[in-house]
Each structure stands twice: as C-alpha cells, then as structure tokens.
C-alpha cells in the first residue's frame, strides 16, 4: 500500500485530524464524573493529576498512531498476526467486554445529558445516542474517514466550549490552581480518585484505534522523506488534540473547585449540573449539558468505530455495521432498562475498562520497540523506557482502581 497523500505537496495542518478523533476518548462522560468529583471533593488538590495524564496520553497515541503508519497495520491486526487462533479469540473476548464496557459509559452520558436537557426517560436517551452514533458511523462508512474526522472534530469544539465556558464564567484563584500542580494526595478518596482519573485517562479503544485511523488516513508510506513528514506531523497532531482534551478536562476540575466545594450531591453528573445551574446561572448550566450530550454522542460513535476495527483484527472478518452497533449497545441499554444507577453504571465500567488497558499497552510499547518490526523508525531507548514506565503506572494504577472500588 502507497501513501494516500503527497505530504511534502500538502500543507501540514491539512494532514491533522487522526488524534481529533483518538482525543474525544479522553474528554467521554466518564472524565466528566470523574473530574468534577475531584474538584468538588478535594478543590484544586488534584489539577496535578490531569497535567500527568495528558503528558502519558501523548506518548501513548503516538506510539499507536506511528505502528499504523509504519507497519501498515492497527494494533488489533499486529496483535492478532502474532497469536494462534485459540489465543486470539480469547484477546478478541477481553477487547470485546472492553469495548462495552466503554459504550455503556458513552450511552449512559448520552442519556444524562438527554435527561437534563429535554426531560427524557435514560432508556430513551440512551436509544437516541445510540441511533445518533450510528448515524455517525454511517457518515464514516459512506463518505470516507476525513467526513468523519471533520464531525467528531466539531462535537469536540462543541465539548471544549460547553467546559470552557464554565471557566470563563467563574475564573480559579491562580494562587490555587498553581500549587494543585504539586504532586499530593489527602487521604484514600483522593488516591481513588487519582487512580479513577490517571488510571482511566488511557483508554484501551483509543490506543487499538489510533493506529488504524492513521493508517487510513495516511497509508504505509516507504520508510524516507513521506514517512519522516507524516511522523513528524503527527506530532503535531497529537501534541494538539491532547492539548484540548486536557484543557476541557482541567476546566472541569478547576470549574468544580472554584464553585462546587463543598456542596452535597456532586459525586453525580446530575447533582453537579444542578450545582453549576444554582452557582452559575441557567446559561453555563445549558452549556455543560450541551457539552455533555456532544461528549456522549462523539464518544460513543468513536467506541463503536474501534469496537469494529478490533473485530476486524483479530477475528479477521467484517461484520455488518448494524450488527456491529447492536453488539456493544445493548448491554447499555439493558442496564439502562433495569434501571440500575447511571452515576454507579459509569464507575462500574471504569473499572472493567481498567482491566483491559495492560492488553493495549504491553504490545503497543513492545511492538513499536521491535527494529525488526519498526525498521529506522523503532522506538529511541529513551521512549521505549518512558513507554515502560507509563504502561506499568497506569497498569499499577488500575489495579489501585480496581481494588478500592470494589473494596469500597
């Protein structure tokens, strides 16, 4: 396969798009839950956390993005290529709980914000931001990749703005947010939600599918000039749709630091838009659901996108977009159904998520650090060591997630 653009004839930023996508796993409703406990828990104690966070996610979606690009394969597929077939279903079955793991999370937020806006029952909302997501993925599927790119690229500008404004509305004392950038904790409940928003951050679909979007969208150019400019500006890529994801995430924390305190009832989405609408006013409130409804409706379009690139991989075939919908829906609209806590249903998927995120990270560094495989454009000794370091301390991390939530 060639390249499928002439980098050195295009104009850069014409080539960015593929981390917009990857970026819209790290600003889903489950960061919404999360950072707005922290910061109305333990005020900016925590601001450190999201700057840690995103520097990890950096490196982790280039690392994905760059195997796509030299290997012309995603990481299901190079995964996949290494296992005998007893092996790869069993991989295929722990990526496949992941992959509804994370649309529960999406649908769930989809169906809040639904709810808050319009009054509507969670089943279905949930229905809806099904239905809408697939209408998402039916623009990838007839219109091509860039359509698809441009879209979740708006819902993420909406997102930002829906956060952002929050913040704008209520500046932090600077003093403040400043000192929550030195590395602390205050007790078990900090450290659980540290673990929930370090240790989540890195979401296994993010890291399968990046490496596919970009081997899409650029092709397997011949290692030389092409490549060294499509790595190069996938740099660019990442380093800024990470820096917006991180953004909208910091304005959480910092939102609910400044105005939420202290207050009762803001462990939930619900509770939290409540605080925000009586500190802030009904207009910010409107804006954070509006946000809320674009981060469930981009995310869970994006899930169902890396939940068929990781079908593909490692089952080896394709499977009917409709099917494939159904497949991760469901189990979110079952839990909807039965009418089990939505604020409880996303903690519980942050935790089936954690267990898949060694499956991601391990093969992601391994690969990518294999000369063999990656030829002149194999990891430095530097970065394989920091990819080491990140998918052991998120690995580490999750464990902590997972024993102090079900501990508690």
Same mark, same amino acid.
């Given at each position: 396969?060639?390249?499928?653009?002439?980098?050195?004839?295009?104009?850069?930023?014409?080539?960015?798009?593929?981390?917009?996508?990857?970026?819209?796993? =790290?600003?889903?409703?489950?960061?919404?839950?999360?950072?707005?406990?922290?910061?109305?828990?333990?005020?900016?104690?925590?601001?450190?956390?999201?700057?840690?966070?995103? @520097?990890?996610?950096?490196?982790?979606?280039?690392?994905?993005?760059?195997?796509?690009?030299?290997?012309?394969?995603?990481?299901?597929?190079?995964?996949?290529?290494?296992?005998?077939?007893?092996?790869?279903?069993?991989?295929?079955?722990?990526?496949?709980?992941?992959?509804?793991?994370?649309?529960?999370?999406?649908?769930?937020?989809?169906?809040?914000?639904?709810?808050?806006?319009?009054?509507?029952?969670?089943?279905?909302?949930?229905?809806?931001?099904?239905?809408?997501?697939?209408?998402? @993925?039916?623009?990838?599927?007839?219109?091509?990749?860039?359509?698809?790119? *441009?879209?979740?690229? +708006?819902?993420?500008?909406?997102?930002?703005?829906?956060?952002?404004?929050?913040?704008?509305?209520?500046?932090?004392?600077?003093?403040?947010?400043?000192?929550?950038?030195?590395?602390?904790?205050?007790?078990?409940?900090?450290?659980?939600?540290?673990?929930?928003?370090? +240790?989540?951050?890195?979401?296994?679909?993010?890291?399968?599918?990046?490496?596919?979007?970009?081997?899409?969208?650029?092709?397997?150019?011949?290692?030389?000039?092409?490549?060294?400019?499509?790595? *190069?500006?996938?740099?660019?890529?990442?380093?800024?749709?990470?820096?917006?994801?991180?953004?909208?995430?910091?304005?959480?924390?910092?939102? !609910?630091?400044?105005?939420?305190?202290?207050?009762?009832?803001?462990? /939930?989405?619900?509770?939290?838009? !409540?605080?925000?609408?009586?500190?802030?006013?009904?207009?910010?409130?409107?804006?954070?659901?509006?946000?809320?409804?674009?981060?469930?409706?981009?995310?869970?379009?994006?899930?169902?996108?890396?939940?068929?690139?990781?079908?593909?991989?490692?089952?080896? *075939?394709?499977?009917?977009?409709?099917?494939?919908?159904?497949?991760?829906?469901?189990?979110? @609209?079952?839990?909807?159904?039965?009418?089990?806590?939505?604020?409880?249903?996303?903690?519980?998927?942050?935790?089936?998520? /954690?267990?898949?995120?060694?499956?991601?990270?391990?093969?992601?560094? *391994?690969?990518?650090?294999?000369?063999?495989?990656?030829?002149?454009?194999?990891?430095?000794?530097?970065?394989?060591?920091?990819?080491?370091?990140?998918?052991?301390?998120?690995?580490?991390?999750?464990?902590?997630?997972? =024993?102090?939530?079900?501990?508690?």
């Amino acid at each position: 396969m060639t390249s499928h653009v002439q980098p050195q004839s295009r104009p850069g930023w014409l080539l960015l798009g593929p981390a917009f996508v990857a970026a819209i796993a =790290y600003v889903d409703p489950g960061n919404v839950a999360a950072n707005v406990s922290a910061g109305a828990q333990f005020g900016f104690l925590l601001v450190w956390v999201i700057v840690v966070a995103n @520097l990890m996610a950096c490196l982790v979606q280039y690392l994905s993005a760059k195997l796509g690009l030299v290997t012309g394969t995603s990481l299901p597929e190079a995964v996949g290529a290494r296992m005998g077939r007893p092996a790869r279903l069993a991989y295929w079955v722990q990526a496949e709980l992941v992959a509804m793991a994370t649309d529960l999370a999406e649908v769930v937020g989809g169906a809040i914000a639904l709810y808050l806006l319009f009054d509507l029952p969670l089943l279905v909302g949930g229905v809806i931001t099904g239905v809408v997501s697939l209408i998402l @993925l039916l623009v990838k599927d007839r219109r091509g990749q860039q359509p698809f790119e *441009r879209v979740i690229t +708006g819902l993420l500008l909406v997102i930002a703005i829906g956060f952002l404004t929050s913040l704008i509305a209520s500046p932090p004392p600077a003093g403040a947010a400043a000192e929550g950038l030195l590395p602390r904790f205050d007790g078990a409940e900090s450290i659980l939600l540290a673990a929930a928003m370090l +240790g989540a951050t890195v979401m296994p679909h993010a890291v399968y599918l990046h490496s596919g979007l970009a081997r899409d969208r650029h092709g397997h150019p011949e290692a030389g000039p092409a490549r060294r400019t499509l790595l *190069r500006v996938t740099r660019w890529d990442v380093g800024i749709a990470m820096l917006v994801a991180g953004a909208v995430n910091l304005s959480m924390l910092l939102v !609910a630091a400044t105005n939420l305190q202290g207050m009762d009832n803001t462990d /939930s989405i619900e509770g939290a838009h !409540a605080a925000v609408q009586s500190t802030l006013g009904a207009g910010v409130a409107l804006l954070f659901a509006i946000g809320l409804l674009a981060s469930g409706l981009a995310s869970s379009s994006v899930g169902a996108y890396a939940g068929a690139m990781i079908m593909q991989g490692l089952l080896r *075939r394709s499977v009917p977009l409709l099917a494939r919908r159904l497949i991760t829906l469901l189990p979110a @609209l079952a839990i909807l159904a039965i009418g089990v806590d939505p604020s409880r249903a996303l903690v519980l998927s942050q935790v089936v998520l /954690s267990f898949g995120i060694p499956f991601a990270l391990i093969p992601l560094v *391994r690969l990518t650090s294999d000369a063999q495989l990656m030829g002149a454009d194999v990891n430095h000794r530097v970065t394989t060591a920091l990819g080491w370091i990140v998918a052991g301390l998120i690995t580490l991390l999750n464990v902590v997630l997972i =024993y102090l939530t079900l501990a508690g």
